[in-house]
């Protein structure tokens, strides 16, 4: 049996707040404010993907992966880098903190094959199955950041926040229809 093993990173290429489609697609959604909307599939559902019900974010990769999105990018294009809903700062924040979180829950440990942006997962793709997934190459308040390193910023945001996860330092709570991360002081 298979069980979960990974996270997919993406960006919903909509606008900065989940619509009904996002949250069929993702596990969990993030607004621009940080807010965490779960999907209506659990990470659980992507163990086994044969029965059709299950969180398709990932062609060719849903198989114990959990689908993580941040809201926003709609109608980005690599030459112009603009966009009405640029990724926020909260929203990467809330996004690392949760990946964080749920490797910790399901013990997975943060590395290069186990938590990948969309677009990792593309390239590492045979040349003929690549679908030209541009989430997440690009971070509005991190312009200098290529997309071949945002992979590995994320990453390492994500060990920071698993730290202070781990030592009580953040607590994830539910506030009315959605989830959100606060910093114990």
């Known amino acids: 049996m298979t069980s ?33 909307f779960a999907g209506i599939y659990e990470p659980k559902d992507n163990v086994n993907c044969y029965d059709g019900k299950y969180a398709k974010h990932c062609g060719g990769g849903n198989t114990g992966c959990i689908g993580l999105a941040v809201c926003g990018m709609a109608e980005f294009t690599e030459s112009k880098k ?19 979180y749920l490797s910790i829950k399901y013990g997975i440990i ?55 996860i781990k030592q009580g330092k953040y607590t994830f709570t539910k506030k009315g229809d959605y989830y959100e991360f606060l910093a114990k002081v």
């Open 110 to 164: 943060v590395d290069e094959k186990s938590v990948f942006t969309h677009y990792e997962f593309d390239q590492r793709r045979q040349k003929k199955l690549r679908e030209g997934k541009i989430d997440i190459t690009y971070i509005h308040y991190l312009p200098n950041l290529s997309a071949n390193s945002i992979g590995n910023y994320l990453r390492q945001k994500i060990n920071w926040y698993r730290e202070k």
């Open 4 to 36: 979960l093993s990974k996270f997919c990173l993406h960006w919903t290429a909509g606008s900065n707040k989940p619509c009904d489609t996002d949250l069929q697609a993702y596990h969990y959604c993030i607004d621009k404010y940080g807010r965490i």
């Open 82 to 100: 603009q966009t009405k809903y640029p990724l926020t700062r909260k929203q990467i924040e809330a996004l690392c903190c949760l990946n964080a």
